[in-house]
C-alpha cells in the first residue's frame, strides 16, 4: 500500500531557510502536496507539484521532487515566527478517492 | 465565498456510546471526504461521499457511517464509541471526485470518548 514518511521535528533560527523533507513509496502518485497545521486548526494547504515537474516555487515555498528517489522537499526561505506548526506531505494517485498523508514535521522557529 | 465549516468543535463522549458530526461544504462543491486524525499522527482517510453516495472507503469498521444531503453537507456518525475514536475528524469537500481536484479542509471537530 502507500506509505508517506517525514522526519518529526526541525528546529531553525528565524530568517534562516527550512528544508522538510518527505519520502513516499506509491510510484503512481500523481499530485504531492504540502499542508500546514497550527495548534487546534484544520490543514491548510500550502502548495503541491505534479508529479511530472522537478521543481515549484512560490514566493517564500519551494518544492522539490526526485521521483526516481520518491523524495519529495519543502524549502520555506526567510523562515518566520509565524512559520511554526505542522507540515505534512501528502500524496495522491490517478484512481484513488484519498490523500496519504504522513505523521508530520513539527517545525520550530527561535527567534 | 464560505469554507468548509464543521459542527461541534469539541465534544466528549463516553464509551460505548454514539455521536454525529456535521460538515457543510464550500459552496459548488459536491464531494466530502472525512478524515481521522489521532494525536501526533497525519490524517487517516475514513471515507468519501460524492452526490449523497459513498464514493470509497478507507480501512474503518462499519460502526463508521456517513451521509451526505442534497445541498451537500455531510455527517458522520459512530456507534458504539471506544476509547481509540478519541481524534481530530476533518472534513474535506472539493468541487469533484478527479485526483486533480483539491480537497478544502474544515477546521475539524476533536472528540475525546473516556
Known amino acids: 500500500g502507500e506509505d508517506v514518511e517525514q522526519s518529526l521535528f526541525l528546529s531553525v533560527r528565524e530568517g534562516d531557510s527550512s528544508v522538510i523533507n518527505c519520502t513516499y513509496t506509491d510510484s503512481s502518485s500523481t499530485y504531492l502536496y504540502w499542508y500546514k497545521q497550527e495548534p487546534g486548526a484544520g490543514l491548510q494547504l500550502l502548495t503541491y507539484?505534479?508529479?511530472?515537474?522537478d521543481m515549484k516555487q512560490d514566493q517564500r515555498l519551494t518544492v522539490l521532487l526526485n521521483k526516481k528517489d520518491k523524495h519529495l522537499s519543502l524549502r520555506i526561505a526567510d523562515t518566520q515566527t509565524g512559520d511554526s506548526a505542522i507540515y505534512f506531505c501528502a500524496e495522491r494517485g490517478r484512481g484513488r478517492r484519498a490523500l496519504t498523508f504522513g505523521s508530520g514535521t513539527r517545525l520550530q522557529v527561535q527567534p | 465565498e464560505t469554507g468548509v465549516t464543521q459542527s461541534p468543535t469539541h465534544l466528549i463522549k463516553t464509551r460505548g456510546q454514539q455521536v454525529t458530526l456535521r460538515c457543510s461544504s464550500q459552496?459548488?462543491?459536491?464531494?466530502v471526504s472525512w478524515y481521522q486524525q489521532a494525536l501526533g499522527q497525519g490524517p487517516q482517510f475514513i471515507f468519501q461521499y460524492y452526490r449523497e453516495e459513498e464514493n470509497g472507503r478507507g480501512n474503518f469498521p462499519p460502526r463508521f457511517s456517513g451521509l451526505q444531503f442534497p445541498n451537500y453537507s455531510s455527517e458522520l456518525n459512530v456507534n458504539a464509541l471506544e476509547l481509540d475514536d478519541s481524534a481530530l475528524y476533518l472534513c474535506?469537500?472539493?468541487?469533484?471526485?478527479?485526483?486533480?481536484?483539491?480537497?478544502?479542509f474544515g477546521p475539524g471537530t476533536r472528540l475525546t470518548v473516556l
Open positions: 459552496s459548488g462543491h459536491n464531494t
Open positions: 507539484i505534479f508529479s511530472n515537474m
Open positions: 474535506a469537500s472539493s468541487p469533484g471526485t478527479g485526483f486533480y481536484n483539491e480537497q478544502f
